[in-house]
C-alpha cells in the first residue's frame, strides 16, 4: 500500500506519494529542498559534533581539563555521594527530585575545590542557570571573560540572596 504526505508547500493541502515532498503544482521545489536537507544532514553528522566538541568546547586547556573531570570514575562516585546526602532536593530552592551538582565557587575560579564534597551542592535546573549566570558577573567566568578578584562565597544561603537579587 502507498504511503502520503501533505505538500511542503505553505498553504498547499494537495497529498504526495512517498517519497516526495512537493505535488505536481509546486514540484520545482523539490530538489532544492533536498539540496538543503543534504546539505544540513552533512553539517549535523559525528564529524561535524567532533570539530565542535575538539576544537569549540574544549578550546583551551583550562575548560578542556574540567570536561575531562567530569568524565572520570571519581566524579561520578561524588556527584552521587552528594546527591545522595541532598537527597536530590535543590539546596538553593528545595526543588525535589533535582539530579544536577553544581560547584558553589566555581572550578574556573578555584581548582582546589574541583573534587571537595563540601563545595558540591544538589540544584535544580532553573536554579542553576541563575547561578552560572550569577557567577559570570560576581566571579568573571565563562567563555571569553577575565576572571575577577572577587571573594568566594561558599555558603549557600548567601549565594542564594545575591543570585536572586541578580535576577
Excluded at 126 to 145: A, N, V
Aim: charge should be positive.
Amino acid at each position: 500500500m502507498a504511503r502520503y504526505r501533505r505538500c511542503r508547500q505553505p498553504g498547499c493541502h494537495a497529498m504526495v506519494q512517498l517519497p516526495n515532498h512537493y505535488c505536481k503544482q509546486h514540484f520545482e521545489h523539490e530538489a532544492e529542498y533536498l539540496a538543503n536537507r543534504q546539505r544540513w544532514a552533512r553539517s549535523h553528522s559525528k564529524t561535524y559534533q567532533h570539530r565542535y566538541n575538539t576544537q569549540t568546547r574544549y578550546r583551551d586547556d583550562t575548560k578542556s581539563e574540567q570536561y575531562r573531570f567530569y568524565h572520570t570514575r571519581q566524579w561520578q562516585a561524588l556527584r552521587q555521594q552528594v546527591l545522595d546526602r541532598d537527597h536530590f532536593i535543590c539546596r538553593y530552592c528545595g526543588k525535589p527530585n533535582s539530579r544536577t551538582v553544581d560547584h558553589i565557587v566555581p572550578i574556573e575560579y578555584d581548582k582546589a575545590l574541583m573534587d571537595k564534597a563540601d563545595n558540591l551542592a544538589t540544584i535544580c535546573r532553573d536554579c542553576h542557570r541563575l547561578k552560572t549566570f550569577w557567577e559570570q558577573s560576581y566571579y568573571g567566568t565563562g567563555i571569553g571573560q577575565k576572571l575577577k578578584k572577587s571573594p568566594e562565597i561558599k555558603e549557600i544561603s548567601i549565594v542564594k540572596k545575591l543570585m536572586v537579587k541578580k535576577k
